[in-house]
């Protein structure tokens, strides 16, 4: 629901509380109650200021197996976790709902004969027509099905993956055997296919590689290993070795003052390498790419531009998506899954910095990402 | 001491303990084109056999069909007579350098790697 039209029901929801006497909005009362009562597959109920329950609707009642009358007048921490309520989330969700003017979470709530499920909800803030805060509105909805399919999907992609490996591995072994004996034998032909076959089994261990850190994330298993490094030679050794792959491009690099970065140089270097590979698949030969790195107070900022073909504001948000592939991509008949871009900018939350992207369509882009600086 | 000889005691020896066959094959033949003896195991019985003794390099899957491979890494390293004989881990599992450091591990890989990855690492250590 757009943040808009909530705020309004909200002020309008506890107008009826106020002034529930007054005929017209005894009616308002009774059609607002109808509604979210009808409304039985979500959990919908409202607190006072200190998370203290007033309403609970019959979607609550089905979730969470309390009648209204058991839980009116009780504290909303009792649908938490007793690991959620030693770590103190009833009160801070609480205070970000109030602070935000919404929170959406995802988390195990616990039923009266204390089963827990997977639910996704979402805290306001309730106000009156002053703006005063009264209480807050919880919408919960289960969704322990979706947790469960979910985890069985990652779990197949990351078992597959691994299967897949192991075949990929000898396929890779015989063929540098048939490498050496084409070489030996000067067969042009063969040894131009077996490169070939070479480059192919390159991108089929990246996709795999890919699905592998696309479960994780969704597993929520991205391990980061931090270290401490230099961001220039960083950054060398990543054109290096993008140079090695593709010589169509003249790869700038400019630098501002040294800085250490801290963080897991691998991943970091797996994120650099897809944003200049992306600049050199999505511009012309020939054309410029610019690497920079920069620094605020807070955090080191490198960035890629490319003169190439551009991103749409349409689409700009949309590139950072799971499977999502731009336009132009599929125009210019360009390869790839849709993955990169995802991976790269979960790589760099996780490591709480950000990732944005500037761009004009027939100009070119620029992909910037962050990472907080951390003194040794 | 005649040249054959030189060339005989000068061979490094790898053992390569892994119970695929369609990588073991290749891998033996690769390595022994590249100047290295090469022997094999399929599981740890065969592995704990009289063969590490006798070897310079061991390259060690972590999944085997009898035994674990980080089990066999313990087993060796903490033998007085093979425990200064350098073990590569290798695995699809991507978790590899993590169970190869637990396991005592002188290196790992993961799979799929190519020839010039693996024997990058083999001239570190022998």
Known sequence: ?376 | MNKANKTILKTKTILIIDDNPYILKPLSMLLSGFGYSVTSATDGKEASMIQVPFTNLILLDSRLQDMKGQDICKKIKSDKTTKHIPIIMCSADNRIKIIAQEAGADDSIEKPFNMAELLQKIKKYI
């Open chain 1, 1 to 376: 629901m757009p943040q808009s039209k909530k705020g309004k029901y909200s002020s309008r929801l506890s107008n009826t509380r106020k002034q529930g006497t007054h005929g017209s909005f005894r009616t308002h009362e009774g059609f607002y109650r109808m509604m979210i009562e009808s409304l039985d597959g979500q959990s919908i109920f409202t607190t006072d200021k200190g998370g203290v329950i007033s309403s609970w609707n019959s979607g609550s009642e089905k979730l969470f197996g309390y009648k209204e009358k058991e839980v009116i007048g009780k504290n909303v921490s009792l649908i938490f976790t007793p690991e959620d309520i030693k770590k103190n989330i009833p009160k801070k969700e609480l205070k970000e709902a109030k602070k935000k003017d919404k929170v959406v979470e995802e988390r195990n709530h616990i039923r009266k004969n204390g089963s827990l499920f997977w639910a996704s909800g979402l805290i306001y803030p309730l106000r009156d027509e002053k703006k005063v805060h009264r209480g807050f509105t919880f919408i919960l909805i289960n969704r322990t099905e979706e947790k469960a399919f979910d985890k069985r999907k990652d779990d197949f992609i990351s078992t597959a993956t691994h299967e897949l490996k192991t075949p990929v591995m000898s396929i890779r072994l015989f063929a540098e055997i048939v490498e050496q004996q084409t070489k030996k034998m000067g067969d042009k032909i063969g040894l131009e296919s077996v490169r070939e076959l070479n480059i192919q089994l390159d991108r089929l261990t990246a996709l795999m590689n890919y699905l592998l850190d696309v479960a994780k994330i969704q597993q929520g298993k991205l391990k980061l290993e931090k270290t401490f490094f230099d961001v220039s030679v960083f950054i060398h050794e990543v054109i290096t070795v993008v140079k090695g792959i593709s010589t169509g491009h003249i790869i700038r690099f400019t630098k501002s003052t040294p800085k250490e970065m801290y963080a897991d140089r691998e991943r970091i270097s797996q994120v650099l390498t897809n944003l200049v590979s992306n600049a050199i698949k999505y511009s012309e030969k020939g054309t410029k790419v610019i690497v920079k790195s920069t620094h605020d107070k807070k955090n080191i900022i490198i960035s890629i531009q490319d003169f190439g073909f551009g991103i749409p504001k349409s689409e700009q948000k949309l590139i950072f998506s799971r499977f999502y592939r731009a336009n132009s991509a599929i125009e210019n008949n360009i390869s790839g899954i849709g993955l990169g871009l995802y991976v790269a900018i979960q790589i760099v939350k996780a490591h709480h910095g950000k990732m944005w992207v500037k761009s004009a369509v027939g100009k070119g882009s620029t992909f910037y990402f962050s990472i907080p600086i951390k003194t040794k």
